[in-house]
């Protein structure tokens, strides 16, 4: 593992990397249903502003451009955005149901699912974690590809949210 890729990226993809992290990491500790009260709030509130930043400053990362100088990740950030202004004004107007299934589609779709991609082999993420065997990006791919299946399987049965 090397962190020089992320070290010699631009400014904007450090901020990016360090704010989808920070969302990586919080999600489990604020998504569990044990995870409720003044913690899941507080916690709540900074991966709001980790959200935030990712989606903000991937409009700042032009490596992809698929429409002008858009890519999907774009497309993403906006609906990212929209969601979070959607689940506040759910939690605001007590539909904790809305608030918490908005919640649970942006770490499931926004953060896990996108950001499986980032570890195709040649991209910044690949190179940082497996300088010396980028197929790995594929194992983790498809391991994240079977627990986003499993979740999609689990909420249309009814199981989750």
Excluded: Q
């Excluded at 993809?13 to 990586?24: D, G, N, R, Y």
């Excluded at 032009?62 to 429409?67: D, T």
């Excluded at 690949?126 to 594929?138: D, H, M, V």
């Amino acid at each position: 593992m090397s962190i020089n890729p992320i070290l010699d990226a631009s400014s904007a993809i450090k901020v990016h990397t360090l704010a989808a992290s920070f969302a990586l990491t919080l999600g489990p500790f604020i998504f569990t249903p044990k995870a409720r009260g003044k913690l899941h709030k507080s916690l709540g509130y900074i991966w709001i502003v980790a959200m935030a930043t990712t989606a903000i400053s991937s409009f700042f990362i032009h490596g992809f451009k698929l429409i002008w100088v858009f890519s999907p990740i774009h497309f993403l950030s906006i609906f990212i955005l929209f969601g979070l202004c959607r689940a506040f004004w759910y939690i605001r107007n007590g539909n904790v149901v809305g608030h918490a299934r908005t919640m649970l589609g942006m770490y499931w779709y926004g953060v896990l699912a996108a950001g499986i991609f980032t570890l195709l082999p040649g991209r910044m993420l690949n190179r940082a974690l497996f300088p010396e065997a980028p197929w790995l990006g594929y194992l983790f791919i498809a391991c994240g590809a079977l627990l986003i299946i499993r979740h999609i399987r689990r909420e249309s049965a009814g199981l989750v949210g």
